[in-house]
């Protein structure tokens, strides 16, 4: 789906470091998620946020923190008390619950 | 607790030939079922959406249906060809209102592949 634009496609990132997962959006979207993808499972609700300085946890914020200071960007940082941060981070942003809408998807790898 | 499963967890078919993807869901209040397609290494496209009043809805060769009442969706895609080898997610949303405002629930999706 366009309109949402994750950077970059492939981050590596050494033990005991943190990194931020950018997430960009300019569909005027209030609503906007972050998720975990792992092999065998389904995607898995990080943190979402509703409205512009506002966000929840998810079903797995342990290790992951966010911020939402303007509308259109909601960066994940991955922090070093996650303890296995290696996977397919999806971001995705929805004007209501009707549809969502995905960028193209984080690779992170820990070497 | 709100579950969406999927079945099977993989399948593979020959192209030109027709198969179905089920979806059973717990999750409740229910406000809409989506169809995703995911190339690998690539974010979900929708495919179809449906709320509770909607029974089939088709986008081109993909037909999904909805039962509320039973809680199972199916996909049904028509005349395979190579290009549907891909992850089908089935996804769930909760309906509007207090925390869980627009809260998706995703199945394993189910791994398709197309031989030729």
């Known amino acids: 789906d366009g309109g949402i634009t994750q950077s970059p496609k492939y981050l590596f990132r050494k033990e005991g470091q943190n990194v931020t997962l950018s997430c960009e959006q300019n569909l005027n979207h209030d609503a906007m998620y972050w998720y975990r993808q792992d092999p065998g499972q389904g995607l898995r609700l990080i943190y979402y946020s509703q409205i512009v300085n506002d966000f929840q946890k998810g079903d797995i914020a342990e290790g992951y923190s966010v911020s939402r200071e303007k509308k259109e960007s909601f960066p994940l940082t991955v922090t070093s008390a996650q303890k296995n941060p290696t996977a397919f981070y999806l971001c995705a942003s929805s004007p209501t619950t009707l549809r969502a809408f995905f960028g193209q998807g984080t690779r992170l790898t820990v070497v | 607790k709100n579950q969406v499963e999927q079945s099977p967890q993989s399948l593979i078919i020959l192209e030109g030939k027709n198969c179905t993807l089920q979806c059973n869901y717990t999750v409740s209040p229910f406000s809409n079922l989506r169809w995703y397609k995911q190339d690998t290494g690539r974010g979900p496209v929708s495919l179809t959406i449906?709320?509770?009043?909607?029974n089939t809805k088709s986008n081109g060769r993909y037909t999904a249906t909805l039962d509320a009442d039973t809680k199972q969706s199916s996909l049904h895609i028509t005349a395979s060809q190579l290009s549907d080898s891909a992850s089908y997610i089935c996804v769930v949303s909760l309906a509007a209102g207090g925390t869980s405002y627009g809260k998706l629930t995703f199945g394993q999706g189910t791994i398709l592949t197309v031989h030729p």
């Open positions: 449906m709320t509770f009043s909607e």
